[in-house]
């Protein structure tokens, strides 16, 4: 695929409907895991405009997702919630995997941070360049529990 060759381009953003471009990666995904991950998709019906790249954007979704069901160690639920607000619209993707200690919260984004043995730490790292710095937006942990799960946050504008 093309999408690395996106990194450090700039970016070609498009005006898309950011529930529908969540569902076709969250679909793509479903399709190719496991039936011990057991997948929920939340969204309202209303089409949310966001300035996306859609390719970049669904390497991330496809990057959060994998991470999850690594420390769900490839069973447990896994739920993406698309939460629309007044000017900005959330993209939470929750997991029931073993948690990340709350002093790792922003470390997890240092490219070359890893807790995997086979890993580079660059995943992360990417996602936050293409969230923060490609589409405006930000990432965070929005909260993690211990042996209870995680649940990852972007935040995007609504288009105008």
């Known amino acids: 695929t093309d999408r690395f060759s996106k990194i450090g381009a700039v970016p070609a ?13 969250f679909d793509y995904l479903r399709s190719r895991n496991s039936r011990l991950v057991h997948f929920k998709f939340i969204a309202e019906k209303a089409a949310i405009p966001v300035m996306l790249n859609v390719t970049l954007y669904h390497w991330t979704v ?16 896994l739920k993406i919630e698309v ?9 939470r993707i929750s997991d029931t995997g073993k948690g990340i200690p709350k002093r790792n919260f922003r470390r997890i984004f240092t490219p070359g941070f890893t807790t995997k043995k086979r890993g580079w730490g660059l995943g992360l790292s990417l996602v936050k360049r293409i969230v923060e710095d490609y589409h405006r937006g930000k990432i965070r942990v929005l909260s993690s529990a211990i042996d209870k799960g995680t649940v990852m946050e972007m935040t995007f504008k609504v288009a105008g």
């Open 62 to 77: 496809e990057n959060l997702v994998k991470n999850a069901i690594d420390a769900m160690k490839g069973e447990g639920k």
């Open 83 to 91: 939460v629309s607000l007044d000017k900005s619209v959330k993209v």
């Open 13 to 25: 953003l498009k005006r898309l409907n950011i529930v529908a471009e969540t569902e076709q990666a």
